[in-house]
């Protein structure tokens, strides 16, 4: 098993494709952080017009821990595309090229071919993952340097002490290999069914698209139903960047705020990953390739 997805990773590696995703996350990222470093001051500016009057600002709120939960905020929504390009090409791309039934001829089975193509863009996903941490966590910390960390949202302002956070980074890059293990795990699933890499590419984005645009509509129905799109589950990453209350309303450091809800969204996540898998192998094991 583990020769076969030593041989997927080295297909991944010659296919220049693979290489666009780092190259975009670099470059989003390298200009984000230029950005931020350029107008920064008038950024946080206005990111903090609505409590600088009201609170004292101590230390330097534009450090590395901010500039990389801003950078996080912006590349979680795009790089579902970047682990699309390459998970949904893993069984297509060989019926493309016609080497789908001289693999089917090798002594594996269908379902060890599946899985071991299935783990090699699981771990492309994660290798992806540590270059966004690497570029988005490690190099703002150099050139930002780390301090506390404030996280607005629409109702609250929360202020994270700096010897708080980075187990929370970890935690959360920790989800969010879940979350892109899950959008792989669908592009797996779709190119299954076709003889093209860009029919999977462009329809796993579509239901990513749609799936997102039902949960944001306030309509009863799709209020209802949105906890069972995995669209909805992505984004608990930033759960881990609440802390639980006291009695008297006060910020208990170490904790997280709603874990288990967090936990919940996982466990849906790690099911769509079942769910997709399992169809994926149930539906090749009968699927003619012959044809």
Do not use: C, Q
């Given at each position: 098993m583990w020769k076969l997805i030593l041989l997927e990773l080295l297909k991944i590696?010659?296919?220049?494709?693979?290489?666009?995703?780092?190259?975009?996350?670099?470059a989003i990222v390298a200009l984000i952080q230029l950005?931020?470093?350029?107008?920064?001051?008038?950024?946080?500016?206005?990111?903090l017009k609505d409590v600088a009057d009201s609170f004292d600002i101590v230390g330097n709120p534009l450090n590395g821990y901010f500039v990389c939960f801003v950078i996080l905020q912006t590349l979680l929504?795009?790089?579902?595309?970047?682990?699309?390009?390459?998970?949904a090409d893993m069984i297509s791309g060989e019926a493309n090229l016609g080497t789908l039934r001289l693999i089917m001829s090798?002594?594996?089975?269908?379902?060890?071919?599946?899985?071991?193509?299935?783990?090699?863009?699981?771990?492309?996903?994660?290798?992806?993952?540590?270059?966004?941490a690497f570029t988005g966590l490690f190099l703002s910390v150099v050139f930002f340097g780390t301090d506390g960390m404030i996280?607005?949202?629409?109702?609250?302002i929360i202020v994270l002490n700096g010897n708080d956070i980075f187990w929370r980074?970890?935690?959360?890059?920790?989800?969010?290999?879940?979350?892109?293990?899950t959008v792989a795990s669908l592009g797996f699933f779709f190119s299954i069914f076709s003889q093209n890499s860009l029919g999977p590419i462009v329809t796993t984005m579509s239901v990513i698209i749609v799936m997102t645009i039902l949960t944001t509509l306030d309509i009863p129905l799709f209020q209802r139903i949105k906890h069972f799109f995995f669209t909805s589950h992505m984004i608990a990453w930033k759960g881990f960047f609440e802390m639980q209350t006291d009695e008297n309303g006060t910020a208990l450091p170490g904790t997280i705020r709603n874990l288990s809800a967090i936990l919940r969204s996982g466990v849906v996540l790690l099911g769509h990953i079942v769910g997709f898998v399992g169809a994926s192998i149930f539906i090749f094991r009968k699927k003619d390739i012959v044809n």
């Open positions: 590696s010659r296919r220049p494709r693979t290489y666009i995703a780092f190259a975009a996350i670099w950005a931020l470093y350029v107008d920064g001051p008038k950024y946080m500016e206005f990111f929504v795009h790089v579902p595309l970047l682990v699309a390009i390459v998970s090798k002594p594996y089975s269908r379902t060890n071919i599946l899985l071991s193509k299935f783990a090699a863009s699981t771990i492309y996903t994660l290798i992806l993952l540590l270059w966004i996280h607005a949202k629409s109702y609250e980074y970890l935690l959360a890059f920790s989800y969010a290999a879940l979350a892109l293990t």
